[in-house]
């Protein structure tokens, strides 16, 4: 309150002119207050006036922070707006957030309430369709609308998320802010912003897979994700490539039929019972195990795709080695034991177990490969990798220092048969190839 004094009137004189000495307070409030005020100079008056307070707050939207996971899909809060000063407070009241996938996805619900106790999870809702965090929603109210003195506006809002999003966005956040502004006048107020950050938890994506392996195969095994409610099965990925899935809890696989000496990337995702699907998991480079002297191998090379085989199955010794069509049934005479494959190896044929790989004596290129009855001629050989470790590529060297090769000449039924040319750089392509267990 300005007080204001009246002097004696002077006879004669002029009627003094009534001035008023006031200040106008403002207060805005979100969790914090904003203040302003306009004092006009004090004069001498021949009356006094109480000053208007004007203070409107806000409270409760910073509670609608939240880490959605699989128990927490929604989260419902009131807003409320409190007339706190000594004049009717008109104020406007804005919803929004920034653009990301989560403020664009999230379905929200706003509707005014009569109490704070109105406003539940299980509140009957009467808000719009279609609003998200980034539909810019205001409520407001002035002249008859305005907030009486000592009075509440009451607003419901529910922020939720779905299953499907609940996989599709897994770390992905928005930032809702609510915006209080109020102004009397030709007076307003800087508007305070209260934020309320919420984020879908990561908490669906597996451990990335570790293995044992051997030659042929490798057991995987990963860490279930730290929310399994809604997850019912795991996809297992080799190199990019769906090769199998197993069904939860069950958090191990073992993929079969690899390559001796490969390296495989292998990645894991969770899915729930609608097909939505998690994150992939950390990739783990998983290397094959080397040849072993108890097992029979495909010997395919690395450029053609055709593989080591008996011409025509001929038990015969003498029988032409040449390359063929890779089989899927009936591959005895492509199938080969290394009988040292860590040092020096005889290389005997599976459906002619009396017949070794063999080029003859000498040094010469040209050489033809054939099958020949154990201890003839050249039948010594050494298993040599090529290029980096896990490439799974590798070159046969005999005992003559001569790498077997495709490059060889046609046989009188029109397949090339291999020889023994000398041996070029590392990943020379008709002296590289893979190798794949077949029992």
Not at 3 to 23: D, E, G, N, Y
Request: charged fraction near 10%.
């Amino acid at each position: 309150m300005s007080t204001v004094q009246r002097r004696a009137p002077r006879i004669r004189s002029p009627k003094r002119m009534l001035a008023l000495a006031f200040t106008l307070f403002l207060t805005l409030a979100g969790t914090s207050v904003a203040q302003a005020s306009w004092t006009a100079p004090g004069v001498t008056a021949i009356a006094s006036v109480t000053a208007g307070s004007l203070a409107v707050t806000q409270t409760g939207f910073d509670t609608l922070a939240v880490l959605y996971d699989s128990s927490t899909l929604s989260v419902t809060k009131v807003v409320t707006v409190t007339n706190k000063g000594n004049i009717p407070a008109p104020y406007t009241l804005t919803l929004t957030a920034p653009a990301t996938t989560l403020a664009t996805g999230v379905d929200l619900q706003t509707w005014p309430v009569a109490s704070a106790a109105s406003c539940s999870t299980g509140a009957t809702s009467t808000s719009p369709t279609g609003q998200h965090w980034t539909s810019a929603l205001t409520f407001s109210g002035s002249g008859a609308t305005a907030l009486a003195v000592g009075t509440s506006a009451y607003f419901c809002v529910r922020s939720t998320i779905t299953q499907a999003q609940r996989f599709a966005l897994v770390g992905i956040s928005a930032v809702p802010t609510v915006t209080l502004t109020s102004s009397v006048g030709n007076w307003a107020i800087a508007p305070l912003a209260i934020y309320a950050t919420q984020t879908v938890a990561n908490t669906l994506t597996p451990g990335a897979p570790t293995a044992t392996t051997t030659d042929h195969t490798a057991t995987l095994t990963w860490a279930k994700p730290a929310d399994t409610a809604a997850i019912i099965t795991y996809q297992v990925f080799r190199n990019g490539t769906l090769i199998g899935t197993t069904t939860a809890p069950t958090v191990t696989y073992t993929d079969t039929g690899l390559d001796v000496g490969t390296a495989y990337s292998y990645t894991v995702r969770a899915l729930d019972a609608a097909g939505d699907a998690s994150p992939l998991s950390t990739a783990a480079v998983i290397a094959t195990a080397g040849p072993n002297s108890g097992a029979w191998y495909k010997v395919k090379n690395a450029t053609t795709g055709l593989c080591i085989d008996g011409e025509n199955q001929s038990t015969a010794a003498g029988t032409a080695m040449i390359s063929f069509g890779c089989k899927s049934t009936g591959f005895d005479n492509q199938s080969w034991n290394f009988s040292n494959p860590a040092g020096v190896s005889a290389v005997k044929a599976k459906y002619a177990p009396q017949l070794f790989w063999d080029t003859g004596r000498g040094a010469a290129a040209g050489l033809a490969a054939q099958l020949q009855n154990a201890g003839t001629s050249n039948q010594s050989w050494r298993i040599t990798a090529v290029g980096a470790v896990g490439s799974g590529t590798y070159r046969f060297v005999n005992d003559s220092g001569q790498c077997l090769d495709v490059s060889g000449q046609t046989t009188a039924t029109n397949n090339i048969q291999l020889e023994q040319q000398p041996c070029g750089v590392l990943g020379l392509a008709s002296q590289t190839f893979t190798m794949t267990w077949v029992g």
